[in-house]
């Protein structure tokens, strides 16, 4: 397994992350996954030979269960992995248990070191900007956290550009801990992230962590013109991380006739091809790979120690690309004032 040097920071991470959305499968998680302890204790197994020693989980993640059930699946494990957990979105109906004031976080992590059975946590994300709460409260709270030795490195995730530029600066401004990783959405059926929180990443050695990479399973090789996914099932619904609405079902065939091609000449499957494209991006770290089998887990960990040459990922480049939004379109009409960062 290869490792990775968290940008901004001294932590190295693996290429590859298990994400642990299946563990559990209630309070709305349902159509995730319903990994229970055992088998959840047999994946980390697998991983650890594999030398993937990253778990991401979340309080929210079927209400606090699959904390819990990981916790439960690493006794007598924890000096060998990293615990990646996350906050901020409601745990209850009460209005102060959701958001990233100090009130709120300083009680989510508690819970989560509970739930987890552990005694710190190596990266806490921000689960998603709070609009209702300063920055600076945020940040102070977590940097109480951090020099508490509750918390490591703190991270955010699904920020947008002037949420996390803010965030650094402030955290500069005061001598805070600042985010060393922004866990996104990124695939190659959405690139968005490439606009402008890439060039942010670089410019301010943010680490990048990955999650649905297969934009939900949909490049996971199930699916194709001649079998398209079912009217009727999970993904259609909106049991998924990645809406419906936000993917063009044409350009999804005509990515995955590129990986098909791809698979053949690598003897590798669709999903390792996708995956394996990811980690060639700038600024990513890790990639938070879900699975609901040991079957999938272990096709997934196939992604890493080889890779794509540069023809191929230019054909994947190519059948991916989409119209970049304003003012992204109108600055690359001056390419002599930008800089050309991949």
Not at 120 to 135: C, E, K, Q, R, S
Not at 179 to 207: C, I
Request: aromatic fraction near 10%; glycine fraction near 10%; proline fraction near 4%.
């Amino acid at each position: 397994m290869e490792y990775r040097k968290l940008n901004g920071s001294g932590l190295f991470v693996p290429a590859l992350t298990l994400g642990t959305g299946t563990f559990g499968g209630t309070h709305g998680f349902e159509g995730w996954g319903h990994t229970g302890v055992n088998e959840a204790t047999r994946m980390i197994d697998m991983c650890l030979e594999a030398g993937l020693n990253m778990f991401d989980t979340a309080d929210i993640y079927s209400n606090g269960l699959a904390e819990e059930i990981l916790g439960k699946a690493i006794a007598g494990k924890r000096n060998k992995l990293l615990i990646a957990t996350k906050g901020t979105f409601p745990m209850g109906k009460e209005r102060n248990k959701m958001g990233a004031s100090r009130f709120h976080l300083i009680e989510a992590c508690e819970a989560s070191l509970r739930r987890l059975g552990t005694d710190h946590i190596d990266l806490y994300y921000i689960h998603g900007f709070d609009a209702n709460t300063p920055v600076e409260e945020t940040l102070r709270a977590l940097d109480d956290l951090v020099t508490s030795g509750k918390i490591h490195y703190i991270g955010c995730s699904n920020f947008s550009g002037w949420q996390l530029m803010k965030s650094l600066s402030v955290s500069e401004r005061y001598g805070w801990s600042r985010y060393v990783a922004h866990q996104v959405y990124y695939s190659l059926l959405n690139r968005d992230f490439e606009w402008e929180l890439m060039p942010l990443a670089l410019d301010q050695q943010v680490g990048t962590v990955v999650w649905s990479p297969l934009a939900a399973g949909r490049l996971g090789g199930r699916y194709r013109r001649d079998r398209p996914i079912p009217e009727n099932g999970r993904v259609a619904h909106g049991g998924a991380p990645v809406r419906n609405e936000n993917v063009s079902y044409e350009r999804l065939y005509a990515i995955v006739d590129v990986l098909d091609e791809l698979a053949k000449e690598t003897g590798k499957t669709v999903a390792q091809v996708a995956l394996n494209w990811l980690l060639r991006r700038p600024t990513v770290c890790s990639l938070v790979i879900g699975a609901s089998s040991e079957e999938q887990l272990r096709q997934n960990l196939g992604a890493v120690d080889w890779s794509l040459t540069a023809e191929q990922v230019k054909r994947l480049d190519t059948a991916s690309r989409t119209q970049k939004p304003y003012p992204y379109w109108h600055q690359d009409e001056r390419p002599e004032l930008s800089s050309q960062l991949f």
